[in-house]
Structure formats: structure tokens, C-alpha cells
């Protein structure tokens, strides 16, 4: 964990943590600033891939960023990146601040990789897949680290993080260099950022990791992402997502009974 800022992470610290992880809401999750060593962090934003060398691209109705796991395309600090956010110790760690056993990661795009967003970037509110499409494993954790050096809030990209019944936006998280937003992904984690405002050549940058547990007797029933509208989003809007998102993964539903999968 060379670039982890490990210090944070006493004994004492780690059950305070817990306590805020638990109590908070609108959902259980965590801020934690400054989680990566400093020279590190600047290392990572310097190095910061362009948004032309990531493998996945999205422009559509509820989306409008850049997602890359290709990390062998990237520079070497990200592999370490990874791998740090990826280690059986921060593991670990990760189930003592959630209170969740056995925590793992995977080395595949579902398991890490970055997020890049320029001048009208966005992600709508949604909830997240709740079972690995090829290992049939139950998603509990998002981590996210953000590298937005000299971030301004008039930019906006805070992260939403909306009740369960998408009636009211609860919190907002500034998207501020070297922070960490932890979460539980659940069937009432709706979250996501509004289009954001960027001089060009700036841009919303951050890193992901998700975290899993064997799959749970309980757990809901297989679903991909599920975007919602927000209340003051238009009619259009609010009626062409919920049928797209219904259509969608009852497609992907039908075809994963058939053993065919997509990532």
C-alpha cells in the first residue's frame, strides 16, 4: 500500500471511521481526505491519461464521460494505483470501516479504472449493478478517489447522493483533489453528478474501485445499472428513462439466463 497515505488508518481512527460510515446519510459512506501519499497524488494528476486513450466512451440520454480499465495503455503509477486499492490489506481494511467480511476486489474492468469527464460531462442519478456479470459475485462497495487539482465549485461535478425515493438530494460531494468517497451499493444508493462547466483542457478526474462479497441467499435479484430521473428533470426525460432502463435489463436478464454476458 506504498501509496496509500497509511497513517490515516490507526486503530483508533479506523473506528471512528466506522462509526461515520454507519451513521451517515442518506446512505451508509465515507469522505476521507487526502487518503494518497501527497507526492504521489501529484504524480497521479500529472500523469493523468487523456480522455482519447480510454477504451470506453459514453454519449447518451442519462451519461456523457470517458471510462478506461485498460490500465496497461496508462502510465505505471496508475497499475500501482490499482493494485494499492486492490491488495488483501486494504481489503481489509475496507471490511473494518464497512463492517462487511471478506471485501474483495477483482483484477477486471468491474474490479478498477478511471473516469474522465470534459466541459459537459455528466452521469445521471442511478444505482449501480448489484452482481458481477461473469463471476456471479454481489457488489457491496464503491471507492472513488478524485483528481481535480484547483477544482472551483462554480465548475460543479459534486457527487449526489439522493434519498430512496429520489424525492430529495440529501448531500453533495465536492469532487476535491485527493478526496475519497466510500459507499454501499445497494437498491437505495442513488447517486451521480450534474453536467459540469470547464475551461478546455480541464477536466473531472477520478479513480474507482469496487468492492464484492460472495453472493449473499438475500440479495436482490440480478440488475444492471439503473438510472432514475430527478424530479426537475424534463417530461421527456422523466419518461423515456424509466422505459429505456426497464427494457434494458429485461433484456440483459433474459440473456444472462441463456449464460450470455456483457460487461
Known amino acids: 500500500m506504498s501509496i496509500i497515505h497509511s497513517n490515516l488508518f490507526t486503530h483508533s481512527n479506523l473506528a471512528q471511521m466506522k462509526a461515520s460510515f454507519n451513521e451517515a446519510k442518506p446512505y ?3 469522505v476521507i481526505d487526502d487518503i494518497i501519499l501527497p507526492e504521489m497524488a501529484e ?17 447518451g440520454v ?11 495503455d496508462f502510465p505505471e503509477v496508475f497499475t500501482q494505483l490499482k493494485e494499492a486499492f486492490h491488495s488483501p490489506e486494504w481489503c481489509k ?6 463492517g462487511i467480511d471478506a471485501l474483495f476486489s477483482v483484477p477486471d474492468a468491474l474490479g478498477g479504472g478511471l473516469h474522465q ?7 445521471d442519478i442511478h444505482i449501480d449493478f448489484n452482481i458481477h456479470a461473469d463471476r456471479g459475485i454481489h457488489r457491496r462497495i464503491n471507492l472513488l478517489v478524485f ?9 460543479g461535478g459534486h457527487t449526489e447522493l439522493w434519498n430512496a425515493d429520489m424525492s430529495n438530494l440529501d448531500k453533495k460531494v465536492f469532487p476535491a483533489f485527493n478526496r475519497c468517497l466510500i459507499f454501499e451499493t445497494n437498491e437505495i444508493s442513488y447517486h451521480g453528478y450534474a453536467a459540469i462547466t470547464v475551461p478546455e483542457n480541464v477536466s473531472r478526474k477520478s479513480f474507482y474501485a469496487y468492492y464484492y462479497t460472495e453472493l449473499r441467499e438475500d440479495a436482490a435479484k440480478y440488475h444492471d445499472t ?14 423515456f428513462t424509466p422505459l429505456k432502463e ?3 435489463n429485461f433484456i440483459k436478464r433474459q440473456l444472462r439466463n441463456l449464460g450470455i454476458t456483457f460487461k
Do not use: C
Request: aromatic share 16%.
Open 226 to 239: 439503473v438510472f432514475k430521473a430527478r424530479p426537475t428533470d424534463s417530461l421527456a426525460k422523466k419518461t
Open 147 to 155: 483528481f481535480n487539482k484547483d477544482w472551483k465549485e462554480e465548475y
Open 117 to 123: 469527464g470534459g466541459n459537459g460531462s455528466f452521469l
Open 93 to 98: 481494511i475496507m471490511s473494518e470501516i464497512t
Open 246 to 248: 426497464g427494457a434494458k
Open 43 to 59: 504524480q497521479i494528476f500529472a500523469a493523468f491519461p487523456k480522455e482519447e486513450v480510454f477504451n470506453k466512451r459514453y454519449k
Open 62 to 72: 442519462n451519461e456523457f464521460k470517458a471510462e478506461g480499465s485498460n490500465f496497461e
Open 28 to 30: 451508509k459512506h465515507l
